[in-house]
């Protein structure tokens, strides 16, 4: 059983890809202060957003009810992760009236992407006045924007993916009674998973599931205000590690030192070191050319002997990313999906 827990990071350059709440006329894009420091970030779910939009055009998304008005409001999908990946791996909560209520934990976890640097974020001034009368005033408009590198954590349940609880003390079920049939019906099995009752999906649609998004998460597209910052939003930098406990021992590898973002070697190899008996395979490091500038290829030699050992992969992100979805597709990595507390 393992879970693949690591870092995401995103290569920022001149944009405004999450904005806040507005101020008067101005675009907020979002940021928080750590003391006096303002670093901008991408919230979760808006990347989860990118995520689930950049899955492959013909991949169904569960359809969303929107009912209700004002704070009585809610939004839900169909509730089905037995016929939808989406809400397989992002879960869900459906609460209807007479309808039965279901919800699903995610499966995949991400953290906020938040700048490693502190960035004040620039104000561009613009206006409008294109087709006005001469002497009329242009129409003024501002918004934010800023160049950072952001990083998050994350994390994916991958002994949960096609694994949906029918029961369970104080634990809402994943499927309602009428969908949990239908899901039999279809070809999913009875099981016990972490000691509730469950059905489980056959194992080739499990793996379907993980490559699918291993690859979607390789070339991840989307953010706000793409007309005027249009930007590459793929993951510059994806660390992933299968890690039995689920414990994410990697979320110091990116620090700020002397003004910018540094990927630390050494806390990298010790945390290789120290969770060595947890690790359930090699640390995969998909890393961009040129982002961090030389940091790359300084990592490459100052990590050499575990990359020669087998215990580190470094590689482009798009080539880790496949080729771990391409393991997993072919049966490779069948263990990892597997819950010895089942």
């Keep these: 059983m393992s879970f693949l827990v690591g870092k995401v990071a995103l290569d920022i350059d001149a944009g405004a890809p999450n904005n806040g709440r507005g101020e008067d006329n101005v675009a907020r894009v979002k940021q928080l202060r750590i003391g006096r420091d303002v670093h901008p970030y991408v919230s ?56 039965g209520t279901c919800q699903r934990d995610t499966v995949l976890a991400t953290g906020t992407l938040v700048s490693v640097v502190p960035q004040r974020p620039t104000v561009d001034f613009g206006t409008m006045s294109r087709g006005f009368a001469a002497g009329e005033n242009p129409v003024i408009h501002e918004h934010e924007l800023y160049t950072a590198e952001l990083a998050g954590d994350i994390l994916l349940d991958l002994p949960r993916v096609g694994v949906f609880e029918t029961d369970g003390s104080g634990l809402k079920v994943a499927l309602t009674a009428e969908a949990a049939k239908e899901a039999e019906a279809a070809g999913a099995e009875r ?8 059905l489980r999906l056959p194992v080739a649609e499990r793996r379907r599931r993980v490559a699918l998004l291993l690859r979607t998460l390789a070339a991840v597209r989307g953010g706000a205000k793409q007309a005027l910052h249009y930007g590459d939003r793929a993951p510059a930098l994806v660390l992933l590690a299968p890690v039995k406990g689920g414990v994410n021992p990697f979320t110091r590898v990116l620090t700020a030192r002397e003004g910018r973002a540094v990927f630390d070697t050494d806390v990298l190899r010790e945390e290789i070191e120290v969770w060595a008996d947890e690790l359930d395979g090699p640390v995969l490091l998909g890393w961009a050319p040129g982002f961090l500038g030389d940091q790359r290829e300084d990592a490459r030699a100052a990590l050499a002997d575990l990359i020669e050992a087998g215990r580190l992969v470094l590689d482009h992100p798009r080539v880790v990313l496949h080729r771990l979805a391409g393991e997993i597709e072919r049966g490779e990595r069948d263990d990892w999906f597997e819950d010895p507390k089942a």
């Excluded at 989860?48 to 839900?76: H, I």
């Excluded at 099981?191 to 469950?198: I, L």
């Design 44 to 99: 979760a779910q808006a990347f989860r957003r990118w995520l689930r939009d950049s899955l492959p055009a013909e991949e169904p998304r569960s359809p969303v009810t929107r009912s209700g008005s004002g704070a009585r409001q809610q939004a839900y999908t169909a509730g089905r992760p037995d016929k939808f990946l989406d809400d397989d791996l992002f879960g869900y909560m459906v609460a209807v009236k007479g309808g």
């Design 191 to 198: 099981t016990t998973f972490r000691g509730v009752a469950a």
